[in-house]
């Protein structure tokens, strides 16, 4: 955890990606990514649920496990899904079951108002990566994904957060959707790293899911994504050739 501390630094930016199975695991490893997320995310763009508050613990730990199988060298974290963490003493349980299949770290989405989930995470020797922000397992009662930091008290309650992470032994903390010179002056407050997602350019670190990324998921794409890649596109025109070719009586391999 001291070598991302170390990075921040030196000013070399941190990057991470998500992943849900092995193949794209083992590719983002091969791709010399720092930290692979086995988010919540899954649960839209692999399970086809609205959000992320219908995610399970056991989906997350089988799906866990299986990018565990594909990563060698970067950071494995996985998001500990809603309702796993209520308790320091359930969140501490929780954390171990998913370094049981696999993952080298957790992370679950709360500041200061979570302090003792996080220590006692942190004191059992498990590293732990924070999330403040927009917290998408509330998104339902938040009415929506909203950029957060707009207002004088949501900026000061977000630094906070971010103070009471690192004190409480976190290595890093997502910020989600957090206005850009809020995001700043985070970065330039804490000892850990930031690592933003649609937070601007001067966090740490930029997380993505990786879905967003490749264009694997073309129903819905964040404001804050540029595609570097349209793979759905390539799916339905491989699937539809197939197709074409099947029904004209061709080979098909």
């Known amino acids: 955890m001291k070598d991302f501390r170390e990075m921040k630094k030196r000013g070399e930016k941190i990057t991470a990606l998500t992943a849900y199975?092995?193949?794209?695991?083992?590719?983002?490893?091969?791709?010399?990514?720092?930290?692979?997320?086995?988010?919540?995310?899954?649960?839209?763009v692999v399970l086809g649920y609205e959000d992320t508050t219908r995610v399970t613990l056991e989906e997350m730990l089988h799906h866990t496990r299986a990018v565990a199988r594909g990563v060698k060298r970067a950071l494995l974290v996985a998001d500990m899904p809603i309702r796993t963490y209520d308790t320091a003493e359930q969140a501490l349980a929780t954390a171990k079951q998913f370094v049981d299949v696999g993952?080298?770290?957790?992370?679950?989405?709360?500041?200061?108002?979570?302090?003792?989930?996080?220590?006692?995470?942190?004191?059992?020797?498990?590293?732990?990566?924070?999330?403040?922000?927009?917290?998408?397992?509330?998104?339902?009662?938040?009415?929506?994904?909203?950029?957060?930091?707009?207002?004088?008290?949501?900026?000061e309650a977000l630094i906070a957060d971010a103070r009471a992470v690192e004190k409480a032994g976190a290595f890093s903390v997502v910020l989600e959707i957090v206005i850009g010179d809020l995001?700043?002056?985070?970065?330039?407050?804490?000892?850990?790293?930031?690592?933003?997602?649609?937070?601007?350019?001067?966090?740490?670190?930029?997380?993505?899911?990786?879905?967003?990324?490749?264009?694997?998921?073309?129903?819905?794409?964040?404001?804050f994504v540029s595609p570097a890649a349209r793979v759905a596109d390539e799916i339905r025109r491989a699937a539809a050739a197939f197709v074409d070719r099947t029904r004209a009586g061709g080979a098909v391999v």
């Open 183 to 223: 995001a700043k002056q985070i970065t330039n407050t804490i000892g850990i790293p930031t690592i933003g997602i649609g937070s601007g350019e001067h966090c740490d670190g930029q997380i993505l899911v990786t879905h967003d990324l490749i264009g694997l998921f073309p129903w819905f794409t964040p404001k």
């Open 103 to 155: 993952a080298q770290g957790v992370k679950l989405e709360g500041g200061a108002s979570h302090v003792a989930q996080i220590e006692a995470i942190t004191g059992a020797g498990i590293p732990f990566m924070a999330h403040i922000g927009m917290l998408p397992q509330s998104v339902r009662e938040e009415g929506g994904y909203k950029v957060k930091g707009r207002t004088r008290p949501e900026a």
């Open 21 to 44: 199975d092995y193949p794209t695991a083992r590719l983002l490893d091969e791709s010399g990514i720092d930290i692979i997320l086995v988010g919540d995310s899954l649960g839209m």
